[in-house]
């Protein structure tokens, strides 16, 4: 059996601590893997877009984001997978979580929000409503 995929954390696994690696390195090794036709993956629970940041070009690197949530294929701008929960059971959640004053961070496709007053999440998503 041949190997298929390296899949890969980022947070204190691919990355150093200072959020960097050696690119050029990395490069080689890349070009290496798709000449024998084993996929790289990025497999984490930080947005599409962070994960993207880290990676150019992104043509040969696919993404597992958000724990899973949301899967890319390599030179993908959409997801070929994504998981789709019920809005009226998310519009409920956040509702209990801004009761309870909660903090939170609510993402999706498009973008993240956060509650009003605690700050604006680096990438924001379209018309952060809460309630409905």
Do not use: I
């Not at 043509?59 to 030179?75: I, L, P, R, S």
């Not at 961070?105 to 998503?125: K, N």
């Amino acid at each position: 059996m041949s190997l298929r995929v390296v899949a890969v954390d980022m947070d204190g696994t691919f990355l150093r601590p200072d959020m960097t690696y050696d690119r050029p390195r990395f490069a080689r090794l890349l070009a290496r893997l798709g000449e024998r036709g084993v996929r790289f993956v990025v497999a984490s629970g930080n947005q599409s877009w962070q994960l993207r940041s880290f990676f150019e070009p992104t043509d040969a690197v696919a993404f597992a984001a958000e724990n899973g949530h949301f899967v890319y294929d390599t030179g993908r701008e959409t997801p070929l997978f994504a998981v789709e929960p019920d809005p009226a059971l998310g519009r409920a959640l956040v509702g209990t979580l801004e009761d309870l004053r909660h903090p939170y961070l609510v993402s999706s496709v498009e973008g993240a929000c956060m509650p009003p007053g605690s700050g604006t999440p680096t990438r924001p998503g379209r018309g952060c409503t809460t309630r409905a």
